[in-house]
């Protein structure tokens, strides 16, 4: 009932940024609390970040911490992860994901997924 498209993966240098998007249907988006993962090849996917319903709280992979921001904008039904500092190791395809349940940080378990957009860090 709910589908996710992600974009603004691309291509840059250690030490760039960028901003991934997420775009979600339906009308009750702010009861969704969300979350990013990643898929680097040859490895399992891992959870990136996690965010409640109104954005008011998050959760990173220490991995990511201090580097990475997830927020959303309820009002665009839209998540963004904006990533800074880049590292060649954070090449991978990211996905987002959405649950029903709304005051909740989870780093798994979710019940929709996005498509993924690819994120190419070179050194």
């Known amino acids: 009932q709910v589908q996710l498209v992600e974009s603004g993966g691309g291509l840059v240098q250690a030490g760039g940024s960028l901003r991934l998007s997420c775009a979600a249907s339906?009308?009750?988006?702010?009861?969704?609390?969300m979350g990013w993962f990643r898929q680097a090849p040859g490895k399992e996917r891992e959870f990136v970040a996690a965010?409640?319903?109104?954005?008011?709280?998050?959760d990173y992979a220490d991995s990511v911490k201090g580097r990475f921001t997830i927020s959303r904008d309820n009002s665009k039904n839209t998540l963004y992860l904006q990533m800074n500092t880049l590292k060649p190791e954070d090449t991978a395809v990211y996905y987002c994901?959405?649950?029903?349940?709304?005051?909740?940080?989870?780093?798994?378990?979710?019940?929709?997924w996005g498509q993924g957009t690819q994120v190419t860090v070179s050194s």
């Open positions: 965010i409640v319903g109104s954005g008011r709280r998050s």
């Open positions: 994901a959405a649950t029903s349940r709304r005051d909740i940080l989870l780093r798994g378990g979710y019940d929709y």
């Open positions: 339906g009308r009750t988006f702010s009861s969704y609390a």
